[in-house]
């Protein structure tokens, strides 16, 4: 959603650069996952820890996404000038994300790609470009996609932060639920 956004206020480059910025910082996300793989499926203590985690952040993206949507009463005009700012905002967006490093835990575990006795390195390496380059190929198709609607980007601009607020109650909820009964 931070991608399309980015496309539809300030432009494709943007769009692209936050795409980029997400992209390195999945790079690390992945190697750490691979990495705590086997010791976050052996103790639940863990596991709870990242869950609560998980809810405060949730919490805390619900409550920013509603107050953002309630202050904007009108479509703001953007420079379409491209800048270094929204690489790190697509790097800011990817480490708020607390779904990737489960994800390439679960993924990692599944491939074996630590192995059993002795890291892998360039299992590793392989599993963490390409992690790495699928995030950065579906953001680009975001921003490809949004660049051929660019023309209906009012409805879209002033309801995604009630989308994103909702998203993420939602996923407070489903963590609670994941807390308390699992």
């Known amino acids: 959603m931070t991608v399309a956004k980015t496309c539809v206020e300030h432009g494709k480059k943007n769009g692209l650069y936050v795409a980029l910025g997400a992209s390195i910082i999945v790079v690390f996300q992945a ?12 103790n639940p203590f863990v596991r709870n820890i990242l869950l ?22 009108h479509i703001e005009s953007h420079s379409k000038k491209a800048n270094s700012n929204s690489i790190f905002k697509g790097m800011l967006v ?9 994800f390439f835990v679960a993924i990692g575990a599944a491939l074996n790609v630590a192995g059993n006795v002795e890291y892998h390195w360039s299992l590793m390496l392989v599993f963490v470009l390409g992690a790495s ?41 489903i963590t609670l639920v994941r807390i308390f009964y699992y």
């Open 31 to 42: 190697f750490i996952a691979i990495i705590l793989a086997k010791y976050i499926f052996d």
């Open 94 to 102: 990817a480490v708020l994300n607390v779904f990737p490093i489960p």
């Open 52 to 73: 609560r985690t998980g809810l405060v952040i949730f919490i805390f993206l619900t409550i920013y996404f509603y107050v953002k949507a309630r202050s904007r009463s």
């Open 133 to 173: 380059l699928g995030t950065f190929t579906t953001l680009y198709f975001y921003v490809f996609s949004f660049w051929k609607i660019e023309d209906k980007t009012t409805l879209f601009t002033r309801y995604s932060n009630y989308f994103m607020a909702g998203l993420m109650l939602i996923l407070v909820i």
